[in-house]
């Protein structure tokens, strides 16, 4: 092995450095999208990807760029990957990868860092920091490179640590003067591979399977339950079979939606509330009994409920409550063995379930339908989101992104996804600041039009990325439903200085003016009608486009469908929910 700070070059040796070894790693495992934020000392990194044919995105935030990476990581099943600088854009790369991992995404972070002696004596370098360190509380799995050598071996664990298993962030540490090491290309060349089989297949044991479906065939009222592990999993033809050929009501989760699409005659959105508090035996696909299900326990449920958890995860059974049939598996490879077994012994709900179910769902249907397709102005959450929804449906392929409160649940509740993961939104944390580099990371993966929804608060965490979707030209259509504030804009200041509520922001703002600045298409929309007119040219056109909605400051809902999170005051509630937006069609939390 040549020494990794080769300083001679004996005969006609081409050598390589550790910037294009990296480089040349990612191209031999597949990875051919960089997004990033550049700067001291991966600069060289950024460009010499891009000369090798990698198509390299830069952000306007490190978050940004992780988001962005993390939503290629769900879309493809292959980890997306990302590139910072040292210490400040590394904290901020760190956001991205935790949220990655707790959504169980594949991500790659790669950050530049000071040398490692510098760090470990404290000497107080140019953005000194002990990344490696700080990293593994946050990722999955976290590797220092302190030899160029090393360099593919880490990409292999890292590629490897975020696929396989439940998928999460890994962060790869690169100093700066491992990256300027050297070494001859021909050993390089050696050293280089592909990894074979990242994310092996996790086969269930035989009894678990029996099990479950046992315990299936005992239910009078069954109930599937499909979460984004299930839309990851990418098996939605044995999900499709497994679903239809039991006959029972389905739920999705967000980021489940599609998987079937929602007009699917056996989709319980409608009548969620109702189906999960009679449910006796429940097959929970890939979604975790977290706070977004009331952990599988307390009144959303039937008390005498029984759950069949189908997960790659062992530590997920029994997180929150007893699990009667857990089945530790891939879902896909667990989905074939359930339909295998079912054809073998056929279950079939009893229909008047599912049927009591299309019932009631009309008639919620029908008196949402009202709000929904509503000419009022100025307009609600309701009446945007339909003239949006009128889009969606004559647009099967169009990603949704989507974050904020009320813009997140009423969109999730209002707008029916065809295809599986084609909607990404605030996920397992709830978050905010990921709608448009989600949105980024979608356009870039697929080339297909998305439509980016946020609210006006939640368009603040990641709105300066408008300029990274004009700068490369993608079909991203940016929708700002503005109401005014956060949750909405008709709070008042408690006190007496004069200044706007803690709550309030510019209810008649022209958030589209950015995108304007930047030389995309930009409208104002005051009318269901306009936002239908302007986010259909948005996606007809596949140019960068914003459409800022002004909606009443009075739509909206203190903190959406989950304000019983908030602590009460001990005055009592301050201002809590709004009559006018309380109608919740699903009543759907996650
Ligand atoms: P949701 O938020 O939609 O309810 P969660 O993220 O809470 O979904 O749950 C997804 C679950 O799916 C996680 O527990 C994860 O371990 C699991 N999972 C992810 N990929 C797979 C897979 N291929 N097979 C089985 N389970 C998976």
Known sequence: ??????????????????????????????????????????????RIAQGKGIRYIGLRHESDAGNAAAAAGFITGKPGIYLTVSAPGFLNGIIPLKEATENGWPVIMMSGSSSRELIDMGEGDYEGMDQYNYAKQFAKAAYRVDKIEDIPLAFARAIRAASSGRPGGVYIDLPGDMLGQTMPQAEADQLIYAVNDPAPAVIPSESSVEAAMKLLASAKKPLIYLGKGAAYAQADDEIKQFVESVGAPYLAMSMAKGLLP???????????????????VVVMLGARLNWMLGFGKGKQWNPDVKFIQVDIDPQEID?????????????????????????????KADPAWMQGIVEKSEASNAKFATRVNSTEVPMTH??????????????????????????????????????????????????????????IGAAVTTGKPVISIHGDSAFGFDGMEVETVCRYN?????????????????????????????????????????MEAFGGQAYYATTPEEVEKYVAEGVASKKPTMVCCELSIHSGKESGHISYLNPQPVTGPLAGGNEMEDLNATGQIG
Request: aromatic share 6%.
């Open 319 to 347: 997180n929150s409550r007893y699990i009667a049939a857990p089945v530790v598996g891939d879902i896909k490879s667990t989905v074939k063995l359930f339909n295998e077994y079912l054809a073998a012994h056929p279950f």
């Open 382 to 439: 309701y009446n945007a989101l339909g003239a949006i929804k009128k889009v969606t449906d004559a647009n099967h392929d169009v990603y949704i992104t989507n974050e904020g409160a009320n813009a997140l649940d009423i969109c999730r509740d209002i707008v029916d996804m065809y295809l599986p993961r084609h909607r990404l939104d605030c996920g397992t944390w709830g978050v905010m600041g990921v709608g448009l580099p989600y949105a």
């Open 1 to 46: 092995m040549a020494s990794a700070n080769a300083t001679t070059n004996p005969g006609d040796q081409t050598m390589t450095d550790g910037m294009h070894m990296v480089v040349q790693t990612m191209l031999k495992n597949g990875m051919d999208k960089l997004y990033g934020v550049i700067g001291i000392p991966v600069t060289d990194v950024a």
């Open 262 to 280: 929602d007009d699917h005659p056996q989709n319980a959105a409608s009548d969620r509330g109702a189906t999960m508090r009679e449910a006796d």
């Open 474 to 514: 993608l079909p991203v259509t940016v929708v700002v439903l503005n109401n005014g504030g956060v949750y909405r804009g008709d709070f008042e200041n408690l006190g007496n200085d004069g200044d706007p509520s803690p709550l309030t922001l510019s209810a008649k703002g022209h958030y589209e003016k950015i």
